[in-house]
């Protein structure tokens, strides 16, 4: 097995099977039948039974009604299969968390102040990673992050 592993040709075959088994499986079953025919559509309403058979004789179960109330009252944002639309893409791509930096440590000197942010000696006007130094002040550090400017405030434990 490991010798035909080796062999491109049938790799290639392989990865053909794959993507055929994904199609088939996943992929065709999401693409909508338009032609009216032939079509299979679930049937949801609340008055036919479930039924099962064994030796040709079926057997009549409780049928559970859904509760379309309850389904409806879902946040659409946080339901998974709420229809994926184009504003929640672009929503989705461009709001970017920022993972503001720490400040450990502020020296306010007679000529010159300085900061530790995020394990880096940095001054006003300097940058530590991806962030500017706005500001240093006594116990507070201004950064910006392209349009985005945040005090980051030195504790006694020198949190954030």
Same mark, same amino acid.
């Not at 379309?68 to 968390?97: C, G, H, M, Y």
């Given at each position: 097995?490991?010798?035909?592993?080796?062999?491109?040709?049938?790799?290639?075959?392989?990865?053909?099977?794959?993507?055929?088994?994904?199609?088939?499986?996943?992929?065709?079953?999401?693409?909508? @039948? $338009?032609?009216?025919?032939?079509?299979?559509?679930?049937?949801?309403?609340?008055?036919?039974?479930?039924?099962? #058979?064994?030796?040709?004789?079926?057997?009549?179960?409780?049928?559970?009604?859904? @509760?379309? @109330?309850?389904? $409806?009252?879902? @946040?659409?944002?946080? $339901?998974?299969?709420?229809?994926?639309?184009?504003?929640?893409?672009?929503?989705?791509?461009?709001?970017?968390?920022?993972?503001?930096?720490?400040?450990?440590?502020?020296?306010?000197?007679?000529?010159?102040?300085?900061?530790?942010?995020? #394990?880096?000696?940095?001054?006003?006007?300097?940058?530590?990673?991806?962030?500017?130094?706005?500001?240093?002040?006594?116990?507070?550090?201004?950064?910006?992050?392209?349009?985005?400017?945040?005090?980051?405030?030195?504790?006694?434990?020198?949190?954030?």
């Amino acid at each position: 097995m490991r010798g035909l592993l080796q062999k491109p040709w049938f790799v290639g075959l392989l990865a053909a099977a794959a993507l055929f088994f994904v199609y088939t499986n996943l992929i065709e079953p999401l693409i909508p @039948d $338009n032609s009216g025919s032939g079509s299979i559509v679930a049937d949801l309403s609340n008055n036919l039974p479930f039924i099962s #058979g064994t030796n040709n004789e079926p057997e009549k179960k409780e049928v559970r009604k859904a @509760d379309w @109330d309850a389904l $409806n009252q879902i @946040d659409q944002n946080r $339901n998974p299969f709420s229809p994926v639309t184009i504003e929640k893409i672009i929503k989705k791509l461009f709001s970017k968390k920022i993972n503001w930096p720490t400040v450990t440590a502020i020296v306010i000197g007679a000529s010159d102040s300085f900061a530790i942010v995020n #394990g880096k000696v940095v001054q006003q006007g300097q940058k530590a990673g991806k962030f500017k130094i706005v500001k240093i002040s006594a116990n507070s550090v201004r950064v910006r992050s392209g349009s985005h400017e945040k005090t980051l405030t030195l504790n006694a434990r020198g949190g954030r």
